[in-house]
Nanobody, 127 residues
């Protein structure tokens, strides 16, 4: 059974930084992409970023481009999301998932039973 565990969330002031980690176990993600999603209160879940495990190709939502950086450590099956210049509108529960697909610039997570989602981790940006 694939397990995904997120860590690194918390409370940060506007303009600050956080690094989220997504540790995957129980499988090897070779050939797949791993992605980050977020859901703010009262809003739908949105794709934030993804990275291809084999070749490191990345994608970012327009709302985070230039501020967030996704990276991977294939040896440890871990994906990181470095979040800089955080804004209050980045406040959300962040989820890691795999496999993910990118269609027309929109990031989609796995359907139930066809992949794995983490439990989610809270990121709050507030002064």
């Amino acid at each position: 059974q694939v397990q995904i565990v997120e860590s690194g969330g918390g409370l940060v002031q506007p303009g600050g930084s956080l690094r989220l980690s997504c540790a995957a176990s129980g499988f090897t993600a070779d050939g797949y992409a791993i992605g980050w999603f977020r859901q703010a209160p009262g809003k739908e879940r949105e794709g934030v970023s993804c990275i291809s495990v084999p070749d490191g190709t990345t994608h970012y939502a327009d709302s985070v481009k230039g501020r967030f950086t996704i990276s991977r450590d294939n040896h440890n099956n871990t994906v990181y999301l470095q979040m800089n210049s955080l804004k209050p509108e980045d406040t959300a529960v962040y989820y890691c998932a795999t496999p993910v697909t990118l269609v027309g610039g929109t990031l989609f997570g796995p359907h139930e039973g066809l992949g794995s989602w983490g439990q989610g981790i809270q990121v709050t940006v507030s002064s």
